[in-house]
T-cell receptor, first 114, second 111 residues
Framework: EAGVAQSPRYKIIEKRQSVAFWCNPI?????LYWYQQILGQGPKLLIQFQNNGVVDDSQLPKDRFSAERLKGVDSTLKIQPAKLEDSAVYLC????????????FGPGTRLTVL | SQQGEEDPQALSIQEGENATMNCSYKTSINNLQWYRQNSGRGLVHLIL?????REKHSGRLRVTLDTSKKSSSLLITASRAADTASYFCARDLNRDDKIIFGKGTRLHILP
């Protein structure tokens, strides 16, 4: 079974630039999550999708972050414009359905904002 | 903060010894999960223990849960170099499958 795919693996941008991350979850997984993990901390949930609907985006800084999952499969997370404090690893995870709880994580995208 | 707190923040032990990590939390939970993160394999689910369970085993892993003390522990027996990683507890609050990660314990196994 293929795992969660993410791209790019690394990205370096200057502040005020835009960046987008892509995630393809495990086939058949209805729930998709985006997390932000700052160095030395645990992952923090940014947004959760159930199919193509948003379940929770309470921690998403909506003035600069946006995410979509138009067809209920792959997803993109965008930051526009980026700030220095956005430097982190962005993790995508998926789970098969509500109630299963176990989440499968992708390798992450390491973002450095200069 | 809703985050759980892992203790200790960092731990170094000799290969072959047992490693114990603790997690404390403040609100009631549906279940508690432990994850491992290293550079090679990313973040991986290890074990889930439900609120009505007190102990669970998986290979060299043993997890306990004390809901009265709002705490959990992860024991790794006979540690190996490959166990070097960060370990996170993640609490499921029974709200739309959202889980809250703690800050993690960084475990280093010395040869």
């Amino acid at each position: 079974e293929a795992g969660v795919a993410q791209s790019p693996r690394y990205k370096i941008i200057e502040k005020r630039q835009s960046v987008a991350f892509w995630c393809n979850p495990i086939s058949g997984h209805a729930t998709l999550y985006w997390y932000q993990q700052i160095l030395g901390q645990g992952p923090k949930l940014l947004i959760q999708f159930q199919n193509n609907g948003v379940v929770d985006d309470s921690q998403l800084p909506k003035d600069r972050f946006s995410a979509e999952r138009l067809k209920g499969v792959d997803s993109t997370l965008k930051i526009q414009p980026a700030k220095l404090e956005d430097s982190a690893v962005y993790l995508c995870a998926s789970s098969i359905l509500q109630g299963s709880n176990e989440q499968f994580f992708g390798p992450g995208t390491r973002l450095t904002v200069l | 903060s809703q985050q759980g707190e892992e203790d200790p923040q960092a731990l170094s032990i000799q290969e072959g010894e047992n490693a114990t990590m603790n997690c404390s939390y403040k609100t009631s939970i549906n279940n508690l999960q432990w994850y491992r993160q290293n550079s090679g394999r990313g973040l991986v689910h290890l074990i889930l223990i439900r609120s009505n369970e007190r102990e669970k085993h998986s290979g060299r892993l043993r997890v306990t849960l004390d809901t009265s003390k709002k705490s959990s522990s992860l024991l790794i027996t006979a540690s190996r170099a490959a166990d070097t990683a960060s370990y996170f507890c993640a609490r499921d609050l029974n709200r739309d499958d959202k889980i809250i990660f703690g800050k993690g314990t960084r475990l280093h196994i010395l040869p």
